[in-house]
């Protein structure tokens, strides 16, 4: 009897799963996101996010990508053209006191600049800025500078 019972459990889930993949087979096709529509129409280099997302002018942007304990918030961008990019926000970081999963965030006046602007390797028509200057006018995390600059990959 109980094998019974497993042998019918596994046929109905291998058919459940075969109706779901047709189904998906004949579905519309996915349509680009509006953001990944939005920058192939534009001209202008976008930022590519910790997801290899095309980004222009986003109000929030992850800067550590593994553990997320560093982000740009309320990013308000006075300039995004083919040379550069420039918005002050604020750096939300993580202090890990005592330890990360435990720590505060804890935010900062920041301005940011993005520049050196390169064909992006997963979609080579577009450009996408490959550096960015992070600038504290005031208080600034623990042990960085005031003027922290990282290269941007993807």
């Known amino acids: 009897m109980l094998k019974f019972a497993v042998t019918k459990t596994v046929g ?11 189904g998906t087979a004949s579905a519309t096709p996915a349509t680009p996101s509006a ?17 290899s997302k095309p980004q222009e002018r986003p109000a929030d ?3 550590a990508c593994g553990d997320g304990n560093s982000r740009l918030t309320s ?4 300039r995004w053209d083919a040379e550069s990019a ?3 926000g604020r750096n939300a970081v993580n202090d890990c006191e005592p330890y990360c ?13 993005l520049d050196r602007p390169e064909p992006w390797k997963k979609h080579p028509q577009l450009q996408h800025y490959t550096r960015m200057t992070l600038t504290y006018p005031d208080d600034r995390p623990e042990r960085l500078a005031s003027v922290v600059t990282y290269p941007l990959g993807n």
């Open 12 to 22: 109905l889930c291998v058919a459940a799963a075969f109706a779901a993949a047709m």
């Open 35 to 51: 953001d990944h529509a939005a920058a192939q129409r534009s001209e202008d280099p976008v930022l590519v996010d910790c997801f």
């Open 61 to 63: 942007f992850i800067l």
């Open 75 to 78: 990013l308000d961008w006075s």
């Open 86 to 88: 420039v918005a002050k």
């Open 101 to 113: 999963a435990a720590g505060t965030f804890r935010s900062y006046p920041v301005v940011v600049r």
